[in-house]
């Protein structure tokens, strides 16, 4: 899971505290790779926090540090 202090603690949208997380799969298998070639391993697609502002519900996906880093160089993601 992302360290905690990368996550927000208030709504981007409402400045609501009342922000709540779990982890999920980007994908693979019999659903679309949401983060191809990112994950830790070749077979296992990473995860993503998902973060949920119970007062408006805006929804946002993060996913760990660890992942990040490999986006410069995978062949599957772009800078803008």
């Not at 400045?15 to 298998?29: D, I, R």
């Not at 805006?58 to 800078?79: D, H, I, V, Y």
């Amino acid at each position: 899971m992302n360290d905690a202090n990368e996550l927000p603690r208030t709504c981007d949208r409402c400045k609501s505290f009342e922000l709540y997380k779990t982890q999920v799969s980007s994908g693979g298998g019999y659903a679309p790779n949401y983060l191809p070639q990112l994950g830790t391993k070749w077979f296992a697609a990473p995860n993503f926090d998902v973060v949920v502002c119970a007062k408006c519900g805006l929804t946002q996906f993060f996913t760990p540090a660890e992942n990040r880093a490999k986006l410069s160089t995978s062949s599957k993601w772009r800078k803008l």
